[in-house]
């Protein structure tokens, strides 16, 4: 039941034909007196948050699509304030997990060229183990921290001693490898995480596990092959986005994403979070039945 209601709820995102979204919602209705009728929580718990979706869409809410959205409150999936991106000490830290294949020590590589290629903004500092990257000229720092991708265990470790030293953690998190890494990957995501990136092909399949981790986090992944090509531009347009000290506005952020990588192929795999209302309706399933998004 929870596979398909996050399924539904995707398609809710991206649907505004008045009388699609009018068929959902009486099914959604049908569907609650139903399982309501059965003595089902559970049941009664997936389809009011599918319910206060509606509550989102002016346009569509009645007194009970209110009623649900006020009892299965929805957080902000159009943005993330300024205030929540940044640790005390004001760094904005963000962490990029590299692996040790062919395609990893390529990406690695096209990441540090980005950043190399904007010199006016950013400095790179390189360590054995791993390389910090910080912005300069900007109104907020914003930091990187990446591992080599020969050092995919060190690495790591390394960056989290020099964090916690510092007592700051990540706040963005970017899984940059291969989805047979990906676990590995997530193992690393830290509680206090605002954004995962799953930018490795199939990343979609992996969001409930993310969110055991990192309750809070908007994540970005993929429906399909995910490209440096697509991840390396993105992620440093986002950065940049970050350093400006402004609330973030995904519908913004992603409007500029499609005007200047719309061209790659690649591009249409990446899911944003505006679009991916099924990681909000599992962060609320979780947060009402206390258990895991496992149904």
Not at 35 to 55: C, H, M, P, R, T
Not at 76 to 83: A, C, P
């Amino acid at each position: 039941m929870l596979a398909e209601a996050v399924a539904v709820a995707d398609t809710v995102s991206i649907v505004s034909d008045a009388r699609v979204l009018t068929t959902i919602r009486e099914a959604i209705k049908t569907e609650y007196a139903r399982v309501s009728d059965e003595k089902n929580k559970k049941g009664e718990v997936v389809y009011g948050i599918l319910a206060s979706l509606f509550g989102q869409k002016k346009a569509m809410t009645d007194s009970w699509i209110q009623e649900m959205a006020d009892k299965y409150h929805i957080p902000n999936v159009l943005g993330i304030d300024s205030s929540r991106l940044f640790n005390r000490d004001g760094s904005h830290i963000e962490q990029f997990s590299f692996y040790s294949d062919e395609d990893g020590r390529a990406s690695f590589q096209n990441f540090l060229d980005k950043y190399k290629d904007d010199p006016e903004r950013w400095d790179i500092e390189q360590k054995d183990a791993y390389v910090h990257v910080v912005s300069k000229n900007t109104q907020k720092r914003v930091e990187i921290f990446a591992n080599r991708p020969d050092h995919p265990n060190d690495g790591p470790d390394e960056i989290a001693k020099v964090l916690a030293q510092r007592k700051v953690q990540s706040i963005l998190f970017a899984h940059r490898g291969h989805s047979y890494h990906v676990r590995d990957s997530i193992e690393r995501i830290p509680k206090i995480a605002k954004i995962v990136w799953l930018g490795s092909c199939g990343g979609y399949n992996n969001l409930d596990a993310v969110l055991e981790r990192s309750p809070d986090a908007h994540i970005i992944s993929t429906k399909g092959t995910g490209s440096m090509y697509v991840n390396d531009p993105l992620l440093k347009m986002l950065a940049d986005e970050i350093a400006t000290g402004r609330n973030l506005d995904w519908p913004a952020v992603w409007k500029k994403a499609e005007a200047k990588l719309g061209g790659n192929a690649d591009f249409k795999n990446y899911v944003p979070p505006h679009r991916n209302l099924g990681t909000f309706v599992l962060r609320v399933y979780r947060n009402e039945t206390g258990g895991s998004g496992e149904e």
